[in-house]
């Protein structure tokens, strides 16, 4: 009996099992790195391509480009095949894929928040295993999902006006840089803003306010563009100009650091220690200013007192505004942030003032607006003594002006150290009656400035003898008025020897009556984990092994 | 474990001059099943906010498995699983998708989440309804999802705010069985309910809260003892001469809470059977003409009104 072959399943060719073995492959990296995605960004992109509102927008950023394009090339006729009007085309689509990345993503940031606060989803997602900083980081990284979206919508309308000439590739890709970049941002402010209220009334009130900074900036950056396009070209073949660009970029992302890490703060449980990370960034965000006033002043040798001076006002400035915010920080040190307080001697004098609170907060700003004006001080005296100034500005710094730029600098520290210390005084007292939160805080640090500023001068023109006169001491809190005449007139103007008496003697005692608490906020001590914890931790993590003890024979 | 798995020490809570939570303080051990009862307003909610790290105490503290709500929210957070009085739920997302992404944001990984998603859609029954919007799903449906989504990373401890509110009979009978099997499968639960029938079926302690003060905690027998002798419920129905036995029946000893309703009166009777038998005996040696007699122990609604005095803030 012949044995008949059993039938066999038709294997297919191998080019075909090789692409199914790969195609394999790619699914389960794509399934790997889909479980590492941020569970937010999965659960938004999901609901994104389901929501009749991302595809309305898509398509009509897809129509607003088709229509420029076709209205843009009627106007320009036949001359678009021998002409320069890539600028032209440039700016409409500019225009259409800034209020995409300039409005609506900004605001779909801060909503998604808002929203998932006002549906009380947030509080669902915050009890779950996600951290703050994932919270935020999801919601930013879909805002980045979708500025790529609109990007990649409009990319060969971009690439058109490439072809078009007269517009070259550098430019494009800088300005589209810039654009993305401040896109990011004002998600990052977005998503601050939607963590500041749970009130519905006071999300109407911030959705609107959002809404109108939108519009602002998305104006701004249209004007910006259209000078860089058709005014002044950006320089690119000066080494300065990239300089000044990445002195640019690295502050501005160093900011967006700054406002994401708040946006974490605020939602992150009260007993963390929410202060300290976002103190760490400042001193960054310091050594980076610092840094790049001392890479301008070297390599583009700029020896103007005014840079000097306005490199200082702008440090005092960050601080002052740092301040002012971490002067709303509880006074109250949690026992969880208490667990990692430092314990030696020099951990303690160091970096005490990194703990939260707002005696801390305070001199914390005021050491950093110290060190701002030592360190732009210096830099100016350095400039002046070795003649740094010969390629641009007039010539090398007298020494006169270099202690003009000082003397403005420690005026200038005295007015945020008497300004911020009022405000702690002021905080202090209030916090018997109300709640005061960091919000509250520069509220009432505006409060203050425009009192300080705005009250002496109006005193002074309804008072018949001081009508006429000029700067008297009355406007000594006004510091507008009073420093301004040392910038305008450079040097020393006649009352410098009396404001050096003056205002040092105003941010000393009030840095003497908020000595109390800075006293009390530098008395906290480590305190021990609880045992539950402790027991928790050395579960999950068991000690290492000591090491085994070397053989005496050995 | 030496400790509760939930523990409430000296907890207030302020609202300006309201005092929501006043100075509570109870345990519930593993496995426990606790009825937290109380009227509207009485502080349940915000004291099991709190425990759900979702609100701080004024003063005093609460604990999840030994940490503390205040000080380790995110320990607690890992332990807890919290169904809130609303639902919570996301436009365009579906119940697979929904539960999915609460397993990711519990940090269930691969197999472990999927296994995670289907055993509680299929604990819920909800897994006939995996690809249905969840906009779409009856209030009962949104129940079981959001029990799911407070199981999906199993947590020992369970904190149910009011999960019957509103549900028809049939979907709130379901709903207590799988309560039932949560506390089969050793979960500790923290369960507020206004339905107390339920609530003492299925609770090992009940506590009761009013105005923010927690006036009784016990099983239903301690809360009705509180240091006397048990009362029983008892029923008597007679032909006529109603307001004279209230009136007989108030001199007695032994008799509180008399309340008189047509023709029947009811009363708190302090002893046992032996007790019943001597007041029915006298009863109708005093000439009483008692057409039914019937006493049974005291439910959770009796100890409740009993204890509570319906006083709001």
Same mark, same amino acid.
């Given at each position: 009996?012949?044995?008949?072959?059993?039938?066999?399943?038709?294997?297919?060719?191998?080019?075909?099992?090789?692409?199914?073995?790969?195609?394999a492959?790619?699914?389960?990296?794509?399934?790997?790195?889909?479980?590492?995605?941020?569970?937010?960004?999965?659960?938004?992109?999901?609901?994104?391509?389901?929501?009749?509102?991302?595809?309305?927008?898509?398509?009509?950023?897809?129509?607003?480009?088709?229509?420029?394009?076709?209205?843009?090339?009627?106007?320009?006729?036949?001359?678009?095949?021998?002409?320069?009007?890539?600028?032209?085309?440039f700016?409409?689509?500019?225009?259409?894929?800034?209020?995409?990345?300039?409005?609506?993503?900004?605001?779909?940031?801060?909503?998604?928040?808002?929203?998932?606060?006002?549906?009380?989803?947030?509080?669902?997602?915050?009890?779950?295993?996600?951290?703050?900083?994932?919270?935020?980081?999801?919601?930013?990284?879909?805002?980045?999902?979708?500025?790529?979206?609109?990007?990649?919508?409009?990319?060969?309308?971009?690439?058109?006006?490439?072809?078009?000439?007269?517009?070259?590739?550098?430019?494009?890709?800088?300005?589209?840089?810039?654009?993305?970049?401040?896109?990011?941002?004002?998600?990052?402010?977005?998503?601050?803003?939607?963590?500041?209220?749970?009130?519905?009334?006071?999300?109407?009130?911030?959705?609107?306010?959002?809404?109108?900074?939108?519009?602002?900036?998305?104006?701004?950056?249209?004007?910006?563009?259209?000078?860089?396009?058709?005014?002044?070209?950006?320089?690119?073949?000066?080494p300065?100009?990239w300089t000044?660009?990445?002195?640019?970029?690295?502050?501005?992302?160093?900011?967006?650091?700054?406002?994401?890490?708040?946006?974490?703060?605020?939602?992150?449980?009260?007993?963390?220690?929410?202060?300290?990370?976002?103190?760490?960034?400042?001193?960054?965000?310091?050594?980076?200013?610092?840094?790049?006033?001392?890479?301008?002043?070297?390599?583009?040798?700029?020896?103007?007192?005014?840079?000097?001076?306005?490199?200082m006002?702008?440090?005092?400035?960050?601080?002052?505004?740092?301040?002012?915010?971490?002067?709303?920080?509880?006074?109250?040190?949690?026992?969880?942030?208490?667990?990692?307080?430092?314990?030696?001697?020099?951990?303690?004098v160091?970096?005490?003032?990194?703990?939260?609170?707002?005696a801390?907060?305070?001199?914390?700003?005021?050491?950093?607006?110290?060190?701002?004006?030592?360190?732009?001080?210096?830099?100016?005296?350095?400039?002046?003594?070795l003649?740094?100034?010969?390629?641009?500005?007039?010539?090398?710094?007298?020494?006169?002006?270099?202690?003009?730029?000082?003397?403005?600098?420690?005026?200038?520290?005295?007015?945020?150290?008497?300004?911020?210390?009022?405000?702690?005084?002021l905080?202090?007292?209030?916090?018997?009656?109300?709640?005061?939160?960091?919000?509250?805080?520069?509220?009432?640090?505006?409060?203050?400035?425009?009192?300080?500023?705005?009250?002496?001068?109006?005193?002074?023109?309804?008072?018949?003898?001081?009508?006429?006169?000029?700067?008297?001491?009355?406007?000594?809190?006004?510091?507008?008025?009073?420093?301004?005449?040392?910038?305008?007139?450079?040097?020393?103007?006649?009352?410098?020897?009396?404001?050096?008496?003056?205002?040092?003697?105003?941010?000393?005692?009030?840095?003497?009556?908020?000595?109390?608490?800075i006293?009390?906020?530098?008395?906290?001590?480590?305190?021990?984990?609880?045992?539950?914890?402790?027991?928790?931790?050395?579960?999950?993590?068991?000690?290492?092994?000591?090491?085994?003890?070397?053989?005496?024979?050995? | 474990?030496?400790?509760?798995?939930?523990?409430?020490?000296?907890?207030?809570?302020?609202?300006?001059?309201?005092?929501?939570?006043?100075?509570?303080?109870?345990?519930?051990?593993a496995?426990?099943?606790?009825?937290?009862?109380?009227?509207?307003?009485?502080?349940?909610?915000?004291?099991?906010?709190?425990?759900?790290?979702?609100?701080?105490?004024?003063?005093?503290?609460?604990?999840?498995?030994?940490?503390?709500?205040?000080?380790?929210?995110?320990?607690?957070?890992?332990?807890?699983?919290?169904?809130?009085d609303?639902?919570?739920?996301?436009?365009? =997302?579906? %119940? &697979?998708?929904?539960?999915?992404?609460? $397993?990711?944001?519990?940090? !269930?990984?691969g197999? @472990?989440?999927?296994? +995670?998603?289907?055993?509680?859609?299929?604990?819920?029954?909800?897994?006939?309804l995996?690809?249905?919007?969840?906009?779409?799903?009856?209030?009962?449906?949104?129940?079981?999802?959001?029990?799911?989504?407070?199981?999906?990373?199993?947590?020992?401890?369970?904190?149910?705010?009011e999960?019957?509110?509103?549900?028809?009979?049939?979907?709130?009978?379901?709903?207590?069985?799988?309560?039932?099997?949560?506390?089969?499968?050793?979960?500790?639960?923290?369960?507020?309910?206004?339905?107390?029938?339920?609530?003492?079926?299925?609770?090992?302690v009940?506590?009761?809260?009013?105005?923010?003060?927690?006036?009784?905690?016990?099983?239903?027998?301690?809360?009705?003892?509180?240091?006397?002798?048990?009362?029983?419920? =008892?029923? %008597? &129905?007679v032909?006529?001469?109603?307001? $004279?036995?209230?009136?007989? !029946?108030?001199?007695? @000893?032994?008799?509180? +809470?008399?309340?008189?309703?047509?023709?029947?009166?009811?009363?708190?009777?302090?002893?046992?059977?032996?007790?019943?038998?001597?007041?029915?005996?006298?009863?109708?040696?005093?000439?009483?003409?008692?057409?039914?007699?019937?006493?049974r122990?005291?439910?959770?609604?009796?100890?409740?009104?009993?204890?509570?005095?319906?006083?709001?803030?």
């Open positions: 009996m012949s044995k008949v072959a059993e039938p066999t399943a038709a294997q297919p060719p191998p080019a075909r099992r090789r692409v199914a073995h790969w195609w492959t790619a699914e389960s990296l794509l399934e790997q790195a889909g479980e590492r995605l941020n569970p937010i960004l999965v659960k938004e992109a999901r609901q994104a391509l389901k929501s009749r509102l991302f595809v309305m927008t898509f398509g009509l950023l897809l129509i607003c480009a088709w229509g420029g394009t076709i209205v843009g090339l009627a106007i320009i006729g036949p001359e678009a095949a021998f002409g320069f009007h890539g600028s032209t085309m700016a409409v689509y500019f225009v259409i894929l800034a209020f995409a990345l300039l409005v609506i993503v900004p605001f779909g940031a801060f909503r998604s928040l808002a929203v998932e606060q006002e549906d009380r989803t947030y509080e669902l997602l915050s009890i779950t295993a996600l951290g703050p900083a994932q919270i935020v980081r999801g919601k930013l990284t879909i805002a980045l999902l979708q500025m790529l979206i609109y990007l990649s919508a409009i990319s060969p309308c971009l690439g058109f006006t490439y072809l078009l000439r007269g517009i070259d590739f550098l430019t494009i890709l800088y300005v589209l840089g810039w654009l993305v970049l401040a896109s990011l941002g004002l998600s990052a402010i977005g998503l601050l803003l939607g963590t500041l209220t749970e009130q519905r009334q006071l999300q109407v009130i911030l959705s609107v306010l959002t809404i109108v900074g939108l519009l602002f900036a998305f104006g701004f950056a249209i004007g910006l563009a259209m000078v860089v396009l058709f005014e002044l070209p950006l320089p690119f073949s000066e300065y100009f000044s660009s990445g002195a640019l970029v690295s502050v501005y992302l160093s900011y967006m650091v700054l406002v994401y890490l708040a946006a974490v703060s605020r939602i992150t449980f009260a007993s963390q220690n929410r202060s300290t990370p976002l103190r760490v960034v400042m001193v960054v965000q310091h050594m980076l200013l610092t840094g790049w006033l001392a890479v301008l002043a070297i390599v583009e040798q700029i020896g103007a007192p005014r840079f000097y001076a306005t490199c006002i702008l440090l005092v400035l960050h601080w002052y505004a740092m301040g002012s915010v971490m002067l709303g920080e509880s006074p109250e040190l949690s026992l969880r942030a208490r667990r990692r307080l430092p314990q030696s001697f020099l951990g303690r160091f970096l005490t003032w990194f703990n939260p609170g707002p801390t907060g305070y001199v914390f700003a005021l050491c950093g607006a110290l060190g701002g004006v030592a360190m732009t001080g210096i830099a100016a005296a350095a400039a002046s003594s003649g740094i100034g010969a390629r641009r500005g007039p010539g090398p710094m007298p020494a006169d002006r270099a202690l003009g730029v000082l003397v403005l600098g420690v005026l200038f520290l005295c007015y945020a150290a008497f300004y911020l210390g009022v405000g702690l005084l905080i202090r007292l209030l916090r018997r009656w109300a709640r005061i939160d960091v919000l509250g805080a520069a509220l009432i640090q505006v409060v203050l400035v425009l009192l300080g500023c705005g009250l002496p001068p109006v005193i002074q023109a309804m008072s018949l003898p001081w009508r006429s006169q000029g700067w008297t001491v009355l406007q000594v809190t006004n510091f507008f008025w009073t420093l301004s005449d040392f910038l305008d007139v450079g040097g020393f103007p006649p009352r410098t020897g009396e404001l050096l008496v003056l205002l040092p003697s105003m941010a000393l005692v009030v840095f003497a009556l908020n000595l109390r608490a006293r009390r906020e530098i008395e906290y001590v480590r305190v021990a984990k609880p045992a539950r914890v402790a027991d928790e931790d050395a579960a999950l993590a068991p000690p290492p092994p000591p090491p085994p003890r070397p053989s005496p024979w050995d | 474990m030496s400790h509760p798995m939930i523990e409430l020490c000296g907890l207030h809570r302020f609202f300006g001059s309201t005092r929501a939570v006043d100075d509570v303080s109870f345990q519930v051990h496995g426990q099943v606790f009825g937290y009862i109380g009227p509207n307003g009485a502080g349940k909610t915000t004291s099991m906010r709190i425990l759900a790290t979702l609100d701080q105490p004024t003063a005093g503290d609460a604990f999840v498995d030994g940490f503390s709500v205040v000080e380790d929210p995110d320990r607690v957070r890992r332990r807890l699983g919290f169904m809130p609303y639902f919570g739920t996301y436009a365009n =997302v579906d %119940v &697979a998708e929904y539960l999915d992404f609460y $397993a990711r944001a519990y940090r !269930l990984r197999p @472990a989440r999927r296994q +995670a998603v289907e055993r509680v859609m299929g604990f819920t029954g909800l897994d006939v995996a690809d249905k919007p969840i906009n779409g799903l009856s209030k009962g449906m949104k129940q079981r999802l959001c029990l799911g989504r407070a199981l999906v990373h199993d947590p020992p401890v369970m904190v149910l705010d999960p019957a509110a509103g549900l028809d009979p049939r979907a709130r009978i379901e709903l207590r069985e799988m309560i039932r099997d949560l506390a089969k499968q050793g979960k500790t639960i923290l369960i507020s309910s206004h339905i107390l029938t339920e609530l003492a079926e299925m609770c090992d009940v506590g009761i809260i009013e105005r923010g003060k927690l006036i009784a905690v016990g099983t239903v027998d301690e809360i009705q003892g509180r240091g006397r002798r048990p009362h029983n419920v =008892v029923e %008597v &129905a032909l006529d001469g109603l307001d $004279a036995v209230g009136n007989w !029946l108030g001199r007695r @000893a032994g008799v509180s +809470a008399i309340r008189l309703d047509g023709q029947t009166v009811r009363f708190l009777l302090e002893g046992n059977a032996e007790a019943e038998a001597d007041l029915l005996r006298a009863m109708i040696e005093s000439g009483f003409r008692v057409s039914a007699f019937g006493a122990r005291q439910t959770l609604e009796d100890v409740f009104m009993q204890v509570t005095q319906g006083l709001v803030q």
